[in-house]
């Protein structure tokens, strides 16, 4: 794991949406995150942590 996935790791367990938009930007998955972390913040927490360990 870099350096650069370990830091999105970890901002994605405490700002799950900042994560997301560092690693795919603007788009359906930021708006899906951001829908599941007002609704409940572990799937936002959860979904985060996919999208910034996906390739």
């Given at each position: 794991m870099d350096t650069n996935k370990l830091l999105l790791v970890i901002i994605a367990l405490f700002l799950p949406p900042l994560a997301?938009?560092?690693k795919a930007g603007v788009g359906k998955d930021l708006?899906?995150?951001?829908?599941?972390?007002?609704?409940?913040?572990i799937p936002g927490i959860l979904h985060a942590l996919w999208v910034v360990n996906r390739d």
């Open positions: 997301v938009f560092l708006l899906i995150n951001i829908i599941l972390c007002f609704a409940f913040y």
